[in-house]
Structures are given as C-alpha cells and as structure tokens.
C-alpha cells in the first residue's frame, strides 16, 4: 500500500474562526488539525477538485 504524502504550511486566522473549529472538532472528537484537514477535503470534494481515485485493478492493467 502506498503512503500519501503530507505537507506542513503555516495558517493564519483569526480567534474567533479558530475557537469555532476546535469546538466543532471537539463535537466531533477529532482534533484541530484533523477537522481543518477533513474541512478542506470536503470543500474540495463538494467543489469536484479532488483527483480522481484510481479503481482496483488499474494499476495491473498500466503493467507491462
């Protein structure tokens, strides 16, 4: 299985913002890092920019 890479970037925003999403990722006993990654995966999603996922078996069918 392969690994998916990450990245680390700085984010500014304000506290307000802020408060509202580690009450939200408390509420869904995530932490803050996993609900502003699962926000953004969603917008995304929703947003149709995400990449294709590849189906099984497409990896066999590219081998030589």
Known sequence: MSEKKTKSFILRIDSDTMDAIE????????????????????ALRKARRLPKKKKKGDDEADAP
């Open 23 to 42: 009450a939200w990722a408390a509420d869904e006993f995530r932490s803050t890092n996993g609900q502003l990654q699962w926000i953004i995966t969603e």
